[in-house]
C-alpha cells in the first residue's frame, strides 16, 4: 500500500456517511426537517393545483400516463411542467454539487438558500394572482416548486444519507420490511425509516389543513422550514469542517 504524501489528506466518504444515518446526528435531523416540508409542497400541489406532484416524480410518470390515456379527467400539461422543471432544478443541483459539493457548509447554504428563495416565489405568485388548476399562473407555482425540489434532491443525492432522500419513501418502506426481524433480518435503521414515513405524514395532514386557508399558508411554512435549517444546520457544518 503506497504511503498518503505528507499533508495530504485521504478520501472522505460522502459528508452523510454512516454518521448521518442515526437521526442524532445534526444532518439527519436536518433532513427530517426537509422531508417533513416535502409533505407541505406535495399537498399544495396535488391538493390545490390539480392532481400533480412538485416532489414525487414517480407519482408525476404515473399521473402523466392516466392523464395521456384520457382517465378521469387527469392533466397532462402540468405533470410535463413538473417534470421539466424539476429536471432543470436536479441539473442546477448537480453542477452546484460539482462546484461546492467539498465545501458541505458552503454546499448546504447555498441549495438551501435557492430552496428558499424559489418556494417563497411561488408564495408570492400564489398571493399575487388568482392560481386556479390548468392556468398559466398555477402552472408557474407548479414549476417554482419542482425547480426547488430538483435542486434539493441533486444536493441531498450528494450527501448520500441511507433512507432520508426526502422526497420519496419507497425504497425507505422496502428496506424497514425487508430488512425487519420479522423478515429475518436484524431490524438496522428502522429508526431512522419510521422516522423519516412519520416526518413526511406529518407534514401532508399539516399541508392538507394548512390548505383550507389558502395556498399561500403551507409555501411560506415550507420557505420557512428551509431557512430554519439553513440557520441551524450551517453553523453545525462549519464547525465539524
Same mark, same amino acid.
Do not use: K
Given at each position: 500500500?503506497?504511503?498518503?504524501?505528507?499533508?495530504?489528506?485521504? =478520501?472522505?466518504?460522502?459528508? +452523510?456517511?454512516?454518521?448521518?444515518?442515526?437521526?442524532? &446526528?445534526?444532518l439527519a435531523r436536518a433532513l427530517l426537517?426537509? #422531508?417533513?416540508?416535502?409533505?407541505?409542497?406535495?399537498?399544495?400541489?396535488?391538493?390545490?393545483?390539480?392532481?400533480?406532484?412538485?416532489?414525487?416524480?414517480?407519482?408525476?410518470?404515473?399521473?402523466?400516463?392516466?392523464?395521456?390515456?384520457?382517465?378521469?379527467?387527469?392533466?397532462?400539461?402540468?405533470?410535463?411542467?413538473?417534470?421539466?422543471?424539476?429536471?432543470?432544478?436536479?441539473?442546477?443541483?448537480?453542477?452546484?454539487?460539482?462546484?461546492?459539493? =467539498?465545501? &458541505?457548509?458552503? &454546499?448546504?447554504?447555498? *441549495?438551501?438558500?435557492?430552496?428558499?428563495?424559489?418556494?417563497?416565489?411561488?408564495?408570492?405568485?400564489?398571493?399575487?394572482?388568482?392560481?386556479?388548476?390548468? !392556468?398559466?399562473?398555477? =402552472?408557474?407555482?407548479?414549476?417554482?416548486?419542482?425547480?426547488?425540489?430538483?435542486?434539493?434532491?441533486? !444536493?441531498?443525492?450528494?450527501? +448520500?444519507?441511507? =433512507?432520508?432522500?426526502? #422526497?420519496? %419513501?419507497?425504497? #425507505?418502506?422496502? +428496506?424497514?420490511?425487508?430488512?425487519?426481524?420479522? *423478515?429475518? +433480518?436484524?431490524?438496522?435503521?428502522?429508526?431512522?425509516?419510521?422516522?423519516?414515513? %412519520?416526518?413526511?405524514?406529518?407534514?401532508?395532514?399539516?399541508?392538507?389543513?394548512?390548505?383550507e386557508i389558502s395556498l399561500v399558508p403551507?409555501?411560506?411554512?415550507?420557505?420557512?422550514?428551509?431557512?430554519?435549517?439553513?440557520?441551524?444546520?450551517?453553523?453545525?457544518?462549519?464547525?465539524?469542517?
Amino acid at each position: 500500500m503506497s504511503a498518503i504524501p505528507a499533508g495530504a489528506r485521504p =478520501d472522505r466518504e460522502p459528508v +452523510g456517511g454512516r454518521a448521518a444515518s442515526s437521526i442524532r &446526528h445534526p444532518l439527519a435531523r436536518a433532513l427530517l426537517v426537509m #422531508t417533513f416540508s416535502t409533505g407541505l409542497v406535495d399537498a399544495v400541489s396535488y391538493l390545490g393545483l390539480g392532481r400533480v406532484f412538485a416532489a414525487n416524480m414517480t407519482g408525476n410518470i404515473v399521473l402523466l400516463g392516466f392523464g395521456i390515456a384520457g382517465s378521469a379527467g387527469l392533466p397532462v400539461v402540468a405533470p410535463l411542467v413538473s417534470l421539466a422543471a424539476f429536471l432543470i432544478g436536479s441539473a442546477v443541483g448537480g453542477m452546484l454539487a460539482a462546484t461546492t459539493g =467539498d465545501r &458541505h457548509a458552503q &454546499h448546504v447554504a447555498r *441549495a438551501l438558500g435557492i430552496e428558499v428563495g424559489l418556494v417563497l416565489a411561488a408564495a408570492i405568485v400564489a398571493a399575487a394572482a388568482d392560481v386556479r388548476p390548468s !392556468t398559466f399562473s398555477g =402552472d408557474a407555482v407548479i414549476a417554482l416548486l419542482a425547480l426547488a425540489m430538483g435542486v434539493r434532491n441533486a !444536493t441531498v443525492r450528494r450527501w +448520500g444519507v441511507p =433512507d432520508l432522500t426526502t #422526497t420519496v %419513501l419507497t425504497m #425507505t418502506l422496502t +428496506g424497514l420490511a425487508a430488512d425487519s426481524r420479522i *423478515a429475518g +433480518g436484524s431490524g438496522q435503521g428502522s429508526v431512522r425509516r419510521i422516522a423519516a414515513v %412519520l416526518a413526511m405524514l406529518c407534514g401532508a395532514v399539516a399541508g392538507a389543513l394548512l390548505l383550507e386557508i389558502s395556498l399561500v399558508p403551507p409555501l411560506l411554512a415550507a420557505a420557512a422550514l428551509a431557512l430554519l435549517v439553513a440557520l441551524a444546520y450551517v453553523p453545525v457544518a462549519r464547525r465539524e469542517a
